[in-house]
């Protein structure tokens, strides 16, 4: 059923051999891929935490550029948790980081929100 309309999501009756044709298109204007669907349920999972999401927001703030570990503002857990949390991030692909001596380095690639905008937009037309 169509989330929008209460209807099947197959306009009108499917002629033999053609295709049917959605009615709501999906966020990538196409149906995922089972890996494109595996990697955007990988990121989707990581944010579906409140704390994850927050640090997320974060480092995401700082327009592309680095932020240390130390200068991310205090979410409510201990720092054992941030670090568990900010891994977490990183396994799904949604950050990047970078050891210098004591102090890790977190960023957001530029591309990384490029696709998160795409799957959160629907195709033009």
Do not use: N
Request: charged share 20%.
């Amino acid at each position: 059923m169509c989330q929008h309309r209460g209807v099947s999501q197959v306009k009108g009756p499917q002629a033999p051999g053609r295709e049917a044709e959605p009615c709501c298109p999906s966020p990538a204007g196409r149906v995922y891929t089972a890996e494109e669907a595996e990697g955007a349920a990988r990121m989707f999972k990581a944010l579906g935490d409140p704390v994850r999401l927050r640090l997320f927001t974060a480092v995401a703030a700082h327009g592309g550029e680095e932020v240390c570990v130390c200068d991310i503002p205090d979410v409510g857990v201990s720092q054992p948790t941030v670090s568990h949390h900010l891994k977490k991030l990183r396994e799904a692909g949604l950050l990047t980081s970078e050891r210098r001596g004591t102090w890790v380095f977190y960023r957001v690639e530029p591309a990384v929100l490029a696709a998160m905008a795409r799957m959160l937009t629907t195709a033009a037309g």
